[in-house]
């Protein structure tokens, strides 16, 4: 275990539902992040929180919105995807000092198929 | 823009043999560099982080090396074992906006067969 915990951990879903996925950090870290995870491509990195400000938005479709309520969750809301969305959804956080020993932890994922 | 390539794409081994994997960036202004590992149904596990300063770093039968300026990384695996099985995936890290941005390769997928 990471301290880094996400639900559900499977879910499809139809083009036209929203749901929502969830991540936890029990690490009492200041930055999460949103990463995709494509079949036989690399990690994409999507959003970043530090200190519950986003930071960063690498582009990604408005269908995809995220949430940062506090330092210790992170949530990501979905809304009419499409089937190329299906991938797995990973959370991860930091410290958030950018130092050069700072690391990130992951969660287990979650495996989204939009049908 | 910063590219990561990692070869092999997939690896098949009989236990017992060294092994290595490659990693390639095109940028080489780094911060710092690391290889994770990633079991099926499961998240990333950080195996190893070499600072952009360093030439390499062990941990176990894992050794890392790292030369920054000709943008190549290497993961040595001695005596591989079944339960090495997995996916290896490197990453380099660029300092950006304040946080330790990573940007992975597409991995290498080991299976060690007994």
């Known amino acids: 275990e990471t301290g880094v915990t996400q639900t559900p951990r499977h879910l499809v879903m139809g083009m036209t539902n929203k749901k929502s996925l969830k991540c936890e950090q029990h690490l009492g870290h200041n930055a999460m992040y949103w990463y995709k995870q494509s079949a036989k491509k690399p990690l994409e990195l999507m959003f970043v929180y530090n200190f519950k400000e986003q930071t960063e938005n690498n582009s990604v479709p408005s269908r995809f919105s995220p949430e940062c309520p506090n330092s210790s969750h992170l949530f990501l809301h979905l809304h009419t995807l499409q089937p190329e969305d299906s991938a797995l959804y990973l959370c991860?956080?930091?410290?958030?000092?950018?130092?050069?020993?700072?690391?990130?932890?992951f969660g287990p994922g979650t495996r989204l198929l939009v049908l | 823009k910063q590219e990561v390539t990692q070869i092999p794409a997939a690896l098949s081994v009989p236990e017992g043999e060294n092994l290595v994997l490659n990693c390639s960036f095109t940028d080489s202004a780094i911060y710092n560099l690391q290889w994770f590992r990633q079991d099926p149904g499961k998240g990333l596990t950080s195996l190893l982080l070499?600072?952009?300063?360093?030439r390499e770093q062990t941990s176990g039968r894992l050794n890392a090396s790292l030369d920054k300026s000709s943008g190549r990384s290497t993961l040595y695996i001695a005596a591989s074992q079944p339960g090495d099985s997995a996916t290896y995936l490197c990453a380099v890290v660029m300092f950006s906006g304040g946080y330790n941005k990573l940007i992975f390769g597409a991995g290498t997928r080991l299976a060690v067969h007994p």
């Open positions: 070499i600072q952009s300063s360093q």
């Open positions: 991860a956080s930091s410290q958030g000092a950018a130092g050069p020993q700072e690391t990130q932890y």
